[in-house]
């Protein structure tokens, strides 16, 4: 089991996304030292596992915001730990550029994360140290499994009671912790298939678009927007299909 400090704020945090793109959802529990526990929540109409992912380890860095004390944070995303812990600090060199060249995804939630872990070991501070820890998903961690618990319910729109109150009253075993383990060997990279389109349907109108962003700022907050993911132009067909229009519906570029 991962040896624990318990004057240590134990932190749990996971993301969920339906469609990736798709509805979203991110979970995330913290107790502290004192044997308080909040659990926390939200959802997002439009958007992606990695930025939910993000959204989760930000709001709880953000609960903990000018808090003293040592985090042990545990997350079942290598992008999230490798990210914080190892990449940023090649893309902020090269401007915000990946290995290929290309711009970084989720640059403004990187930017977010970066700016809670370095606030609290800033020399003004002093707060405490943000240590990260690979906690595998799906296999039982009670933790793990309750923040899981929490994000899809938010993905689907689903009613689900967030805990706040003493640890003693608490129905999950958050001090179960996972042992310690090192992150999973990276896979070998693979040519990513690039999608033929996005399409949405908003107001009556499909529209045709080249990369998810330009999707996501259409459909993003809008009542009833539908989105998806297109590898070819025979998928958008079928697309238009589940959506209840005739295939041959036009489509707006």
């Not at 624990?4 to 990736?20: E, Q, T, Y």
């Not at 933790?143 to 129905?171: M, Q, T, W």
């Not at 690039?194 to 809008?222: I, T």
Request: aromatic residues 10%.
């Amino acid at each position: 089991m991962t040896k624990f400090d318990p004057k240590s704020f134990l932190v749990f945090s996971d993301g969920a996304c339906s469609g990736n793109p798709g509805p979203g959802g991110w979970g995330a529990v913290i107790v502290s030292p004192e044997g308080k526990v909040k659990e926390l929540g939200a959802a997002d109409s439009a958007t992606t596992n990695n930025r939910m992912e993000l959204a989760g380890s930000i709001a709880a860095l953000r609960y903990l915001k000018d808090t003293p004390g040592e985090i042990h944070f545990f997350t079942d995303s290598t992008y999230v730990i490798r990210g914080i812990t190892q990449w940023i600090w090649a893309w902020i060199k090269k401007g915000w550029k990946n290995g290929e060249g290309n711009d970084v995804l989720n640059r403004d939630l990187w930017l977010d994360l970066l700016h809670y872990v370095s606030e609290r070991t800033s020399k003004e501070k002093k707060l405490g140290k943000v240590h990260w820890h690979y906690s595998r998903g799906h296999v039982g961690t009670p933790g793990n499994e309750r923040c899981d618990e929490i994000a899809v319910a938010f993905s689907k729109n689903k009613y689900i009671d967030l805990y706040s109150g003493p640890i003693l009253k608490y129905h999950i075993a958050v001090y179960d912790l996972p042992e310690d383990s090192s992150l999973p060997e990276m896979r070998p990279r693979e040519e990513k298939k690039v999608a033929f389109s996005y399409l949405s349907y908003c107001n009556g109108e499909v529209r045709r678009h080249s990369d998810w962003p330009s999707c996501e700022r259409l459909v993003k907050g809008r009542s009833g927007a539908k989105f998806k993911k297109a590898m070819s132009q025979a998928e958008e067909a079928q697309i238009l299909q589940t959506w209840g229009l005739p295939a041959t519906t036009p489509i707006k570029s």
